[in-house]
């Protein structure tokens, strides 16, 4: 198995309370008693063991039940490169650059496109005599 998620150490401990209890969930509120941590922080851990589908929420907001859905086996504490950033995550996905060759117009000549509306390659583009062209096509 090298698949195994990794969790921050308060992550794990949090996930561990949950998959060792018998029945594999606890009562939100349990929970934060039994963790230890600050209700604010452990909402943040929550949330990261939410968003790695290890854990999931049920019930309504004021009696929330947490149920595990990996195993011990699943999860390790190791090194968490790429967090899951919901919130604050505005950037727009860049378009994927072309890559594709095309012959040339003018010259014949291969040549890497720069977009799909690219159909002189660099060389003839800056040749005198298209710019000179350019306008009246
Ligand atoms: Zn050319």
Known sequence: MTDKI?????????????????ERKMPYR???????????????????????GVVTKSGPLQKQT????????????GPVTRRPSVAHNNSKPKAAPIKKKRNCLKCREKFWIEHKNNWICKGCKSSVAWTECAGAA
């Open 6 to 22: 990794n969790l921050r150490t308060a992550e794990y401990n949090i996930f561990r309370v949950i998959a060792k209890n018998p």
């Open 66 to 77: 947490i149920h595990a859905v990996l195993f011990m086996t699943d999860v390790q504490v």
């Open 30 to 52: 349990a929970l934060v008693s039994a963790s230890g941590y600050a209700p604010k922080s452990f909402s943040n851990h929550l949330h990261y063991l939410v968003t790695s």
